[in-house]
């Protein structure tokens, strides 16, 4: 049976044409002002609640996990048609791992969602100074009562449901099949990070992005806020190459081989 889809040419490790392109400027432009934009609605939500006295006061943790996962739908729908809306080292990582994009993409992507996270912290820090400095900054941290080890398997989890969605949201075998079926990728991909944070607020903060963590790091600048940031970026890459590993390699590549040695070989 022939395919009713087409799978895009693997990416090269390494192009180094992409650096004579404007369309790889103009992606790193989009990476980084999505992520600054990204970071200063999020963290700026984070803080307003914090300084609310009452516990009815401000937006609560629903609030915070909606607006982390709202700016990421918003963010993505209006740069994947420019940069593919990565918005986070760890979607990208695994992105590079599925030959997705380039290693020199991968790497610059990296470096503009970074900066785009210490501009848009930076912001935040600008605009609430005192409140900023008293709440925490919006730093991820481990909290009382959770071991490194559970902080580090919660970020691998999280980051894990969000890269398995943006491989199953953005799939052309799946666009192609359900092209009668008005499926938006960015909105399965900010609910994804919604309710990840659900779940993992109330142990780390949430960070599956390390862009997210290193922005709020480097501007809040506390030892709290150092002490454990390694967890904030080994859980997310670990949990994206599994993701990719398990899209990639089980649910798109080995399970469809052994199922068609099973019909060309029927003793098996």
């Known amino acids: 049976m022939a395919k009713d889809y087409v799978d895009p040419p693997a990416a090269p490790l390494y192009d180094t044409a992409e650096l004579k392109k404007w369309s790889f400027y103009r992606a790193l432009i989009a990476e980084f002002v999505a992520t600054f934009l990204f970071l200063y609605v999020s963290i700026a939500t984070v803080i307003g609640h914090k300084k609310q006295v009452g516990p009815c006061d401000g937006v609560g943790l629903l609030g915070i996990a909606w607006a982390f996962g709202g700016m990421i739908f918003v963010l993505v729908y209006c740069t994947a048609g420019i940069s593919g809306g990565h918005i986070n080292p760890a979607v990208t990582f695994g992105l590079l791992l599925a030959r997705k994009v380039s290693l020199l993409r991968a790497v610059a992507y990296m470096a503009a969602q970074c900066l785009g996270a210490i501009c848009g912290v930076g912001l935040v820090k600008?605009?609430?100074?005192?409140?900023?400095?008293?709440?925490?900054?919006?730093?991820?941290?481990?909290?009382?009562?959770?071991?490194?080890?559970?902080?580090?398997?919660?970020?691998?989890?999280?980051?894990?449901?969000?890269?398995?969605?943006?491989?199953?949201?953005?799939?052309?075998?799946?666009?192609?099949?359900?092209?009668?079926?008005?499926?938006?990728?960015?909105?399965p991909i900010g609910f994804a990070v919604f309710m990840v944070h659900l779940a993992t607020i109330p142990i780390t903060g949430t960070g599956i992005n390390p862009a997210r963590s290193f922005g709020a790091a480097v501007i809040y600048n506390h030892t709290t806020a150092w002490n454990d940031h390694w967890i904030f970026w080994v859980g997310p890459f670990l949990g994206a190459l599994v993701a990719a590993l398990y899209y990639q390699q089980v649910l798109r590549a080995h399970a469809a081989k052994t199922l068609s040695s099973f019909h060309s070989n029927p003793s098996i």
Request: proline share 5%; no cysteine.
């Open 126 to 187: 600008g605009f609430m100074k005192h409140d900023y400095n008293t709440y925490g900054g919006g730093a991820n941290t481990v909290a009382v009562g959770y071991s490194t080890g559970a902080a580090l398997g919660a970020e691998i989890i999280g980051t894990f449901v969000l890269v398995y969605t943006v491989f199953s949201a953005t799939d052309p075998k799946r666009n192609s099949r359900d092209s009668h079926v008005p499926v938006l990728a960015p909105l």
